[in-house]
């Protein structure tokens, strides 16, 4: 597994244990079935970041990515293929399920960022 800068090797040990589990397990899955080591962008966010990236002050609708973690965010253009995003996060919603009904992992951009990987388990 790679990162973006260099504290966030220490975000993602601050990040919930099932967070860092997942983020472990598909590294390790796409190692072994593409040859990539995955490449980590976003782990924690603060309220300000969260407010930069929606535009919104003091925004107040989902944020996982809050401390302890329960998200981990991952690069895909330039990284992974059309069809290696697509198996990826096919692979992890068929085995990591949420009990709450939604999806483990998503290929989405938020705002103007750039599209990535966003998975997220749940805390019990």
């Known amino acids: 597994m790679r990162f973006k800068f260099s504290g966030l090797p220490d975000e993602f040990h601050r990040a919930h244990p099932r967070a860092q589990a997942l983020a472990l397990y598909m590294d390790g899955y796409a190692l072994r079935v593409f040859g990539k080591d995955l490449f980590v962008?976003?782990?924690?966010?603060?309220?300000?970041?969260?407010?930069?990236?929606?535009?919104?002050?003091?925004?107040?609708?989902?944020?996982?990515?809050?401390?302890?973690?329960?998200?981990?965010?991952?690069?895909?253009?330039?990284?992974?293929?059309?069809?290696?995003?697509?198996?990826?996060?096919?692979?992890?919603?068929?085995?990591?399920?949420?009990?709450d009904g939604r999806l483990t992992a998503l290929h989405h951009t938020v705002a103007s960022g750039a599209p990535h990987i966003h998975v997220q388990v749940v805390v019990i």
């Not at 809050?66 to 919603?93: C, Y």
Request: aromatic share 10%.
């Open 41 to 99: 962008t976003d782990v924690e966010r603060t309220q300000e970041e969260y407010d930069a990236v929606y535009h919104t002050p003091n925004y107040s609708g989902p944020r996982p990515h809050l401390p302890p973690s329960r998200a981990v965010d991952f690069r895909t253009m330039g990284e992974l293929t059309d069809s290696q995003i697509k198996a990826l996060v096919d692979h992890v919603n068929s085995f990591w399920v949420r009990s």
